[in-house]
């Protein structure tokens, strides 16, 4: 059985910083690729980045790119999201996301591409 479940969120001011981490257990680590998502309240929830499952692509939604940055540690069974220059809009429940049908290179922004989430960690910005 898959399990992920993140951690690091917290209460943060306008332009600081956190990182959030996501471990996964059970099932093969380094055949997956993950996600972030996340969710305010009253609204969908939307894509923020993945990683592909060699490591080597990255992709971003436009609203964090070159603020937030995601990478993994296969060995570890984690992947991170360093959030940088944070906003009140960044305010949500922040998800990770395992895709076990990836194949190699590809880094889905589709919600639907991933079959297992966490339990969501939440992060406030305050302004």
């Known amino acids: 059985q898959v399990q992920l ?5 917290g209460l943060v001011q306008t332009g600081g910083s956190l990182r959030l981490s996501c471990t996964v257990s059970g099932g093969t680590f380094g055949l ?29 939604a436009d609203s ?8 993994k540690i296969d060995a570890k069974r984690t992947v991170y999201l ?14 990770c996301a395992a895709d076990d049908n990836a194949v190699a290179g590809a880094a ?11 339990q969501g960690t939440q992060v406030t910005v305050s302004s």
């Open 108 to 118: 889905d922004r589709r919600r639907e591409a991933y079959e297992f989430w966490g």
């Open 64 to 71: 964090v790119q070159s603020r937030f940055t995601i990478s």
């Open 32 to 60: 997956y690729a993950m996600g972030w998502f996340r969710q305010a309240p009253g609204k969908e929830r939307e894509f923020v980045g993945a990683i592909s499952r060699g490591g080597t692509v990255r992709v971003y």
């Open 82 to 95: 360093q959030l940088n220059r944070l906003k009140p809009e960044d305010t949500a429940a922040y998800y």
């Open 5 to 9: 479940e993140e951690s690091g969120g």
